[in-house]
């Protein structure tokens, strides 16, 4: 299997105070693992352009694009919510996050590579289609999906996101279109206080209590989001690879362990070899205990790069 591995050095640029911990050192930490552990050198590694407004347009509202761009401070920080701020470079961030959506989406559906992974940041998946949130700007996922159904007229999409908070941006933007599904764990109750009571036929939200464990995972994943996925037969499958359900993790209270990472990434897997012909694309999420995010990334790095 190949797997791409896309970032870009404006990703560490984006600080919104320094102490937060949604911090620079996240891409750091898991990149260095993957070099430590000798995965690195096996990936096809490749830097993320930026995305276009015409690309983020396709989920983000015109206005809120602008709103943003007009909002980028030239130094200093500037609140765009409680929980997201911006400095200088964020914008320049949060575009190549998005682009390598669009990126990954290219060399997936072209077939150069099995499946990839974006390690990236501000995350992505709070961004609603008018708003951030929850230390979002964009919707990278959104917009790496909107690519694949705009670009190569793919017909069904289906995103798994085991983040341990909701991703209600992303279910705000696609909860009406019937050409994706979005398969949802997450902590409740808990932030954002939505999804719990909005599942549809094409909105899988599974919330979960505290201190769930992978058994609970995976009878959510076996249970819930399986018959549906075998039904709606997907072309392409997102990730919104969060990895703050870990144990160790300090702003949730699951208790999701590496092995459970390697469960949910192989289950993927083969829902992708069953339906996908294994096109696979992953986006970092959450995961703020450095140790535990940089270790159960590689395991889900791994695992996907396995035949």
Known sequence: MTTAFI??????LHIMDGNHPESPARITAIKNALIKQGIYQHLAVYEAPAASDAQLA?????????????LSPKAGLVRLDADTAMGPMSLSATLHASGAAVLATDLVMQGKVDNAFCCVRPPGHHAGRANSAGFCIFNHIAVGVAHAIAQYKVQRVAIIDFDVHHGDGTEDIFKSNPQVMFCSTFQHPFYPHRGFDTRTATMINVPLAANADGKQYQQAFNHEFLPALNQFKPDIIYVSAGFDAHVDDPLAGMHLINEDYAWITTFIKQVAKQHTQGRIVSLLEGGYHLPALAQAASTHISVMMQA
């Open 7 to 12: 970032t870009h050095p404006d990703t560490l």
């Open 58 to 70: 396709r989920v983000h509202h015109p206005d809120y694009i602008k709103h943003i761009r007009a």
